[in-house]
């Protein structure tokens, strides 16, 4: 016990708080024992191996070495707008690439369609806006349609002010590729849609305002603008008045040109909401403001301001979107996509960007490469005109959005010299004229009373082309056969525009022809129709001119059903339906040939009797001529 210097401490030692000091006091030098003591008993095994001591690793370090052998990832394989690289770098990258059609190489040019079309946004103004035109061309707008977009909306709710250049910019775009201009209007519908529902007043001024500049490039129909100030107006708040009146100084001066009758409503609207609803004492002020512009002709909100009316009239390509029409954003535009037929689209966008801008490809090679490349141009396009085929359209998509066009232009006009001017400005096709003609007459039937305006405006079209003069005649055998599907209102209307057409000689009496005045090929709908019709036109041609005219000898077959003397029980039908419509004068000739039928049946019978005495004593005498020859 006198040598046992490796006791340990106990809890009550102050020294054994710390573990370090506890370790280096047991291996503390002790006092060496004398060499005849004993060894102090110890209880570790003998087989036990003696310790080994831990190694600590830094884990810094660990990563860093890890780090050194893990492959580096490919910057242009991450999200878009990933790591920047330099643009030396990026051509070497791009020349090191051997594959044109590989996703890395895609990858590389669509960042750097999206940083040129950006960049040619963000630098637009009223100067440069030709040279930008003619910049934005040589880049593929064609794959880069929603990028294209999605720049002009950006910039747009970034400079306000410069809402009228990007309008500008998209519309002479959209006269080459009607799909951007398309995408456009259809993304700021449904932006203002959603800004709409959740009451996002900035994000409603900024896309009502870029609306109404496409409207005013006739980008968008005038249809969209009245829907959206109806919407706004409807239910009328501080906000959405201010949004209206903001809107409409924008477009007021071009709605006020092309419908007048829309635009008076919505100024009718305005004057309403002013007098009797509850909106603050600015919002008043605004509307008044907006009375006083409109009376100023709107003199200080031009539709297209100087140096951006770059686009003629006629090579505008107008979308009809309406607000209630089920769109789609088409927001897989907007990101990279790999194209199994990248090269040979870049070849064909080649061709249409040379095709817009008149370019020829410059530069000449040697005989032997300019032989292979017309011999691989002749091959593409003997595979392209195989690959060609022809598309129709089962679903008739394009004759309602035409007939769409034709209702409402009809019905935003206030004359119908005006309308007239309209609808032979949008450059009918061939082949549509029969559709104008018979929309003009669905137009008419729909209404709750006949207005006039339907048949000089009928009468307009006969009068420009004998093609709607035909196209109207087709329509009153049409609309004849089928007059038992209306009601009596329609069929009033229907009948009554035709005898405007027929009592100013705009389609041909002999249409009548279908007309037949009898027991058995008549209904009820068809008699109200033939009475309609006959008394319209007595009431502007007389009784004395329609006799004249029924009278006439070159028109006599026209008429033979509707006067008919065939048979005395249908001439007697004739004259007692046209004397119960008050048109007796009208069934003289008739009842003078059912006085005379008698006698001429007479007559006829007579002749029919000497007709067969002729020929019994022609056929005698040839029989006993035959007779006698035989007997010589």
């Known amino acids: 016990k006198k040598y046992d210097v490796c006791r340990p401490r106990t809890m009550s030692d102050p020294s054994s708080s710390s573990g370090d000091e506890q370790e280096q006091r047991v291996r503390s030098p002790s006092v060496e024992p004398p060499a005849d003591a004993e060894a102090p008993v110890t209880h570790q095994k003998a087989d036990k191996p003696p310790e080994e001591k831990l190694v600590e690793r830094d884990p810094r370090a660990e990563a860093r070495e890890r780090g050194k052998t893990k492959a580096e990832p490919n910057p242009m394989m991450t999200k878009s707008g990933g790591a920047y690289i330099p643009p030396a770098r990026l051509r070497m990258m791009q020349q090191q690439i051997q594959d044109k059609n590989s996703a890395e190489y895609q990858r590389m040019s669509w960042d750097a369609l999206k940083k040129s079309i950006n960049g040619l946004i963000n630098k637009v103004n009223v100067s440069n806006i030709q040279n930008i035109v003619l910049e934005l ?60 529902k959740r009451g996002d007043k900035p994000v409603c001024l900024n896309t009502a305002k870029f609306l109404a500049h496409l409207v005013n490039q006739q980008v968008a129909h005038e249809v969209l603008p009245l829907e959206l100030l109806t919407l706004l107006l409807d239910r009328p708040t501080n906000d959405s008045v201010e949004v209206s009146v903001a809107f409409l100084k924008e477009c007021g001066q071009y709605l006020t040109e092309v419908s007048p009758r829309g635009i008076n409503a919505i100024f009718d609207r305005l004057r309403h909401i002013l007098h009797e609803s509850d909106i603050d004492k600015r919002v008043q002020y605004m509307i008044e403001v907006m009375f006083q512009v409109r009376k100023d002709g709107f003199s200080e909100f031009p539709m297209r301001p100087e140096g951006l009316d770059l686009i003629e009239e006629e090579d505008q390509i107008t979308h009809m979107i309406s607000l209630d029409d089920e769109l789609a954003a088409q927001d897989a535009l907007d990101v990279f996509k790999f194209d199994p037929d990248f090269q040979l689209n870049e070849e064909r966008y080649a061709e249409i960007r040379n095709e817009i801008l008149g370019e020829e490809e410059s530069g000449s090679e040697g005989d032997d490469e300019s032989d292979d490349e017309s011999e691989d141009e002749q091959e593409g396009q003997a595979d392209a005109i195989k690959t060609q085929m022809d598309i129709t359209d089962m679903t008739q998509t394009n004759l309602l959005n035409f007939r769409k066009i034709i209702y409402l232009t009809i019905q935003s006009s206030l004359d119908f010299e005006e309308c007239a001017h309209k609808l032979l ?137 509707v006067f008919p003397k065939d048979n005395p029980k249908n001439t007697r039908f004739s004259i007692n339906f046209f004397t119960s419509i008050g048109l007796g004068a009208l069934t003289e000739d008739m009842r003078e040939h059912l006085k005379n039928a008698p006698k001429l049946i007479m007559q006829q019978q007579a002749l029919a009797m000497e007709r067969a005495n002729a020929a019994a004593s022609s056929s005698e005498s040839s029989s006993s001529s035959d007779s006698s020859s035989s007997s010589s």
């Not at 593929?140 to 250049?165: D, E, K, W, Y």
């Not at 009601?487 to 037949?516: G, Q």
């Not at 309609?532 to 502007?540: A, D, G, N």
């Open 137 to 196: 061309f040589q880049e593929n707008l064609v794959r880069g349609r929603g990028l294209l977009v999605r720049s002009c909306i950006q910039a747009q709710a970034s400079s306000p002010g410069f809402t009228h250049v990007y309008a500008a910019l998209m519309a002479v775009v959209n006269t080459k590729f009607p799909a951007n201009g398309e995408l456009l209007v259809t993304r700021l519908v449904l932006q203002f849609r959603r800004a709409f």
């Open 425 to 561: 400005k949008m450059g009918i096709k061939p082949g549509l004229e029969p559709e104008l003609c018979n929309m003009i007459i669905d137009c008419c039937s729909q209404e709750r009373s006949y207005l006039k305006f339907y048949g000089l405006l009928a009468a307009r079209f006969c009068a420009v082309n004998r093609v709607y003069q035909e196209g109207f005649e087709q329509c009153f055998a049409e609309q004849y056969e089928t007059v038992h599907r209306l009601d009596t209102n329609k069929l009033r209307h229907v009948a009554k525009i035709f005898a405007h057409l027929l009592f100013t000689e705009s389609i041909r009496w002999d249409v009548m022809e279908v007309i037949k005045v009898n027991e058995f090929d008549t209904t009820s709908s068809s008699r109200i129709f033939i009475k309609e019709l006959f008394l319209e036109i007595s009431q502007f041609m007389g009784i004395e001119l329609m006799l004249s005219r029924f009278r006439d000898p070159t028109l006599a077959m026209g008429f033979a059903g």
